[in-house]
């Protein structure tokens, strides 16, 4: 199954749901253009619930970054919710936990962006 | 799952299409041959997704999608190791080329991390020429001993 996203107001804040996998292909090009769509309409506090994403590989890491950097520089934030164990070890082995902030809890991180 | 006996070699080899299915295609392979080597989850998990970012160079860097170019996967499973070879049909390329994406200056760059995964999740990682033309890549992984 490639990725699945759909997206969900909590507040000002833009939750979307990913689930499937992110992959180069389809999984990762729709991830991109979700992300892309939402930062262009004006979304600014976005967070991205991985928890039912079941493998990424680099592309997919790629993305993410991508998607990162396309929020920040529109004056964004991009947080992170619901990593996995092996998605977590992903962002360890590429220093990508200095980059991202990472939730475990829906609300913490929602809480986080006020 | 039974491991080969001491000393023997099983051996498997395909050629797929420059086509992404052929990443998958190779990923489910190398992932099932692990699984009768004796890997577990997470190691069959590991192998497969180092076989697939290989695959993926393969097919999108070095054959460019040409359907005329193939990709090449071998497989060898011993008692004590898992060898994988993913060779393509490509122009090759310099591996010293290619930037540190661990580097504070690189962290944000959207690609150049399937080797970094391959490293972190094989014993041994080689790349050379093809015999031929292109650039092989052979992987290892160790059987821990039980």
């Known amino acids: ?114 | 799952m039974a491991r080969p006996e001491n000393g023997k070699m099983e051996k498997v080899q395909t050629t797929l299409d420059s086509v992404l299915e052929s990443v998958d295609k190779a990923e489910e392979f190398v992932i099932q041959e692990a699984g009768k080597a004796g890997f577990d989850e997470d190691e069959q998990h590991q192998i497969g997704m180092a076989v697939r970012e290989c695959a993926v160079n393969a097919v999108v860097h070095g054959n460019r999608y040409s359907k005329t170019k193939k990709v090449h996967l071998d497989i060898e499973r011993s008692s004590s190791a898992l060898t994988v070879t993913i060779g393509d049909e490509g122009e090759g390329f310099d591996l010293n080329s290619l930037p540190d994406p661990l580097a504070p200056e690189n962290l944000l760059r959207q690609s150049g991390r399937g080797l970094l995964l391959i490293r972190t999740f094989m014993d041994d990682f080689d790349l050379h020429p093809r015999p031929g033309g292109g650039t092989e890549v052979r992987l290892v992984k160790h059987l821990a001993k039980s």
């Open chain 1, 1 to 114: 199954m490639s990725a699945k996203l759909t997206s969900r107001q909590v507040g000002d804040v833009t939750v979307i749901d990913a689930a499937g996998r992110i992959t180069l292909g389809d999984g990762a090009s729709s991830f991109r253009d979700t992300i892309r769509d939402l930062a262009a309409k004006g979304n600014k506090k976005l967070l991205l619930n991985l928890a039912d994403v079941s493998y990424i590989d680099s592309s997919g890491i790629g993305e993410m970054v991508s998607g990162f950097t396309t929020v920040t520089n529109n004056g964004g934030q991009l947080k992170l919710l619901g990593l996995s164990k092996r998605v977590k070890d992903l962002l360890q082995i590429t220093k990508l936990y200095t980059v991202f902030e990472v939730f475990d809890d829906e609300t913490t991180a929602i809480r986080s962006f006020h």
